[in-house]
């Protein structure tokens, strides 16, 4: 399978259909992906500043707090990414499974479960010393949200359900798993008014990357990429997966094992959310409860496909997602905005990158090296 | 709008504080004023949890020499904590109410110790000795209102079969759902009320259905205990049963059906707290109080309330504001038939034993799991 592979890879034309090229193909090309989606988002700001401008309000103003709270202040960039952290792992659980072609939005509920399967394991250490205690929590989460998303790509490959409906209806489910369990049989007698499982302890509390207030799923977050990049491009599985991805049946045609590239895709984008949902309980809320489902799973898919489903490209977008987030308060504060203008923001950008899609290609000043 | 505001003064302000961000805090602009942050878990304009609260910052920002700072669905995760730092580093807040449950812990917590010299007020969170001498929590006897409430919906009612749209059956709305239908009954001994558990704080599409399935089963007044009532108050109206509103004054929303309500009273008690802090007064961690204390109140009648049912739910309303009246007095029974409150045994509101309620009594039809 490998000399296939490396055959293929020789050839033109087969990565015509996969969305990036790795680094060092033309620069031209490179040039357009990071000009077209910066030109999507400037009209994206120009246009809101509009919209803003409709209620009174001065978009200089406007434009300033943006800044000033995302990124303005060393307390404004800590807030960015402290709301970036777990929307990067959310996100890989979209684009991963997208090498494939398939559209799994259920990243909220393999988070959840990710982090019940944690809490568990954190549970059932009670005398564990804190290293190995986060260790197992860490993978629990990871196969528990591995194991939901393959569920996804499982009714998908053996029973030909839609990936995207089972995956969002998946999402639910987990809810009420987590509600029954919260409030059932793993409910802390204690905690009256808001259910909650037993806190994991403070000694089991991963603590924020030294010198800064950001918790270190930031960290994982990256390393998660990263790693993803370098497995979806500089592989041989990942460039089966994008073969399978870009035409199903001249990956079956070549003899490229489809059913178990779907299986383990999914495994690896479930393990990303749920590891998502880990550090929450972690780093954050020390035990599980209803707060986990604060959408991270639901903002992971905008991040992915802002991101084009490039793993790399999913850290920027996510700082730029926490960004406006962190921003979006200064803009309640001081403008006196209602919160669903962020979201009018987002709505804007999220169409104009998708629209700014028709202009890959077209545009003369990138045309002309290859 | 105004293009006379961008003058090439505010461009080149814009650029010095893009340039020199880092090295400016904002804060110490407005050192005269004390900045209070408000954070809510929903929208302000909810017609519910957060419209109270709301309305109790409005009550704020008409005093002198008080800045108040808001802030909108924010969600129970570490974007609290990043709004309060947020309000403390860019705004100069030093007294901030980060109003939903979820807020308390860690949140609250972990920001009370982070900045010990400033104050944070929450909202029904249980104060202990244990937690910052920094922080504080508050809430209120609403029972005592949702009481006085179910005596009027007891009278009014013509099928004797009230219902309540709840969203979990924890302690704080069981302790409602109880008071209510225990008012019921002193009005007609036979009333039941049917309770429907939609499972979270804001469900409108589930809080239609209970509704219009309550309704459906021969109840003609509806209560409930969810985040925005308003679903609930205007469907119970337009299938032309009666409603009793929680909250919030939700007359507005159904002008005939309503008939009256439970609701807080923050625009009394955030001015209170406010004076405490800024005349160098330590806010009690640990606050509780109900109509006496003026943190609930009833909404006015509406037209539909009779005479006999006025009469009634104002002498007890004056019972319970001199403070000496008992909602949960023994014997009381669940509905499954155990004694929860033996004979002779008299619960006041600051019993501890109320604050952990885990039964339905007897007159609720419904579980709590």
Known sequence: MKADADTASTTAGVGEFLRLPPFGRKFGAWAEYIVIPALALLASLVLFGIFVALFGKNPLDLYFFMYQGAFGTWFSWQNTLTRAAPLILTALCTALPAQLGMVIIGGEGALLIGALCATSAALALPAAPPLVVDVAMAFAGMIGGGLWIMLSGALRQYRGVNETISSLLLVYIALAVLNFLVEGPMRDPTSLNKPSTPEIGAANMIGSIPGTDVHWGLAFGIIAAVLSYILIYHTVFGFAARVAGGNIRAAKVVGLSVGKLILIICFLAGAAAGLAGMMEVAAVQGRTNANLAAGYGFAGILVAFLARQNPLAVIPVAVLLGGIGASGGLLQRRLGLPDASVLVLEGTIFVMVLASDSLYGRLGIFKGKS | ?369
């Open chain 2, 1 to 369: 709008m105004t293009f006379d505001k961008i003058s090439r003064r505010r461009v080149l302000q814009g650029t010095a504080a893009l340039t020199l961000g880092t090295a400016l805090p904002l804060r110490g602009a407005m050192a005269a004023e004390t900045t209070i942050g408000f954070i809510y878990v929903g929208s302000r304009d909810d017609y519910g949890y957060n419209q109270a609260h709301a309305a109790g910052a409005a009550a704020l920002k008409k005093m002198p020499g008080i800045k108040v700072v808001e802030e909108e669905k924010v969600p129970e995760t570490d974007a609290v904590e990043k709004t309060m730092e947020s309000m403390i580093n860019l705004d100069g807040a030093t007294l901030l109410f980060p109003t939903s449950f979820g807020y308390y812990n860690p949140h609250m917590i972990k920001m009370a110790l982070k900045f010990p010299k400033l104050r944070f007020e929450h909202c029904g969170g249980l104060w202990s000795d244990k937690d910052p001498k920094n922080a504080g929590s508050y809430f209120g006897y609403i029972d005592e209102a949702q009481h006085v409430a179910g005596i009027v919906a007891g009278y009014s009612t013509k099928s004797g079969k009230l219902g309540f749209v709840a969203a979990k059956p924890i302690p704080q709305v069981l302790r409602n759902i109880n008071a209510f239908t225990l008012g019921a009954k002193l009005a007609n001994p036979k009333v039941t009320t049917q309770v429907i558990f939609t499972g979270d704080w804001s469900m409108p599409v589930k809080e239609a259905e209970a509704t219009n399935g309550l309704i459906d089963q021969g109840v003609d007044v509806l209560t409930c205990h969810v985040d925005g009532p308003k679903t609930v108050v205007e469907n119970a109206a337009r299938r032309g049963a009666m409603v009793c509103g929680y909250h919030v004054n939700q007359s507005v929303l159904a002008p005939q059906a309503y008939l009256t309500g439970a609701e807080w009273n923050w625009e009394v008690l955030y001015p209170r707290f406010a004076k405490m802090f800024t005349s160098g007064e330590t806010i009690p961690n640990f606050y509780r109080g109900g109509l006496k204390e003026e943190i609930v109140k009833v909404s006015p009648y509406g037209p539909m309330v009779s005479e006999e049912a006025k009469k009634k739910a104002d002498e007890v309303k004056a019972a319970l504001t001199a403070g000496n009246y008992v909602i949960f007095k023994g014997p009381l029974v669940d509905n499954k038939g155990n004694t929860v409150v033996a004979s002779g045994v008299s619960r006041g509101q600051t019993d501890p034993e109320l604050e952990k309620m885990s039964y339905l009594l007897d007159g609720v039809i419904g579980a709590t799991s």
